[in-house]
């Protein structure tokens, strides 16, 4: 019994390291010893948890974890109440200091979520329903008319066509008129094939230029004999069918880190769509596009002179057998849609002035009807032509996307296109 009482006292008088299997002879040997430890966390940060090895405590840097053990230690050795509160109040800050960053990821994510309209606020005809609701509390709607209006949208949302009220004609011929009569200091103008622009409504403010800028891509697509018969039985699809074909198209194999990233659903929501939801809605329609990638500025002042080359390019292809095109070139070419952080909009049209300047022509889905259907007249052709003109100076994001269509897909390419959207890449320029 005496022997057993020697060996547990002996025992008694012995340090084990608490973070490897050595053990110390003194508390001053083992503090020693832990602060080696700790230095290891000094030398190399980076991304490790600062996890006390004694109990659950997260602390913040390498600094608070070694004043942290050195109050375990300190309090094994002697355990003074004050050193005893002071670790008790320390676990209580790091404790508070991991909740609010919690809650500051949280507020965040909930703050990308409105931003890209994930945040389940509803989608278009919730959005419409409200701002009617606005018009008819400020005296702007009856009740009767917003009963009347409300019908009416419901009715075309059970069609899946859009209602069209919104829509512009006749934009590329009243282009062609003023280019034919209002010429000065250009050498050459393109135009792509007659295209319709749509607005954006009360539905979609603030969200809805990618799916807007599908449409006026779409109205083009329809007026191309390459296209048309693929399309003659679609139409025009509103807001909500055109989410819906987006999901179908993911449903079908197409881009699934895209479909992940939007959780699988678009329907309900306001979430902005860009030139990769493009490129699949077209070929899921079976047409085939590019996306172009100007992932950096070429230029003086973070300008992109190589996007301009390349739209130039682009509108080129049909006018490279002459020697001598015409001023002005009508082409049978669909827009193509250009997308910048944000917004997106419908390059249809490039111009190329005498002092080898160029100039893109863009329809905005912002740009209000009013505005652009300024074009149609020509009192006021002039000041309408100057909303349209973008130099190299007024393209100044860090980033620009083009989507081109470049023909019919046949089946087996269809399939192909399906199975490399699994990765799917965009043309980097340079």
Known sequence: MH???SEHSKAEL????????LVCSSPVILQEHVELHLQGHLSDQGERRFECPMCSTVCSDSFSLQEHVELHLNQSSDPDPDLKLALQLQQKEELRRQQEEVQQEEEEFKKLQRQFGLAGEGGYRRQTERSMEKAVAQGL????????KRAEMMESLASGVDDGATRSQGILRALYDFY??????????????DTDH????????GWGCGYRNFQILLSSLKMIDTYSSLLQDKVVPCIPRIQSMIEEAWKEGLDPQGASHFNQRLQGTRAWIGATEIYVLLTSLGISSRIIDFHKPTGTADTHPLLFDWVKQYFCQTSRSSRLPNKIIQTGLPPLYLQHQGHSRSVVGFEQKKNGSFCLLLLDPGSSMSDI???????TWTTAVRLIRKFPRNLKHRQYQLVSVQGVLSAEDKQIKILSSSTLRAERIP
Request: with cysteine; hydrophobic share 35%.
């Open 3 to 5: 022997e057993v009482d």
């Open 14 to 21: 012995l340090f084990p390291c608490p973070l490897c299997s």
């Open 141 to 148: 709607l009856t009740p009767a008319d917003f009963h009347w």
């Open 180 to 193: 034919q009569t209002e010429w000065k200091d250009y050498v050459h103008v393109w135009l792509c094939a």
């Open 198 to 205: 749509y607005g954006s409504s009360v539905g979609d403010k």
């Open 373 to 379: 259907r300024k074009l149609l007249s020509r009192d």
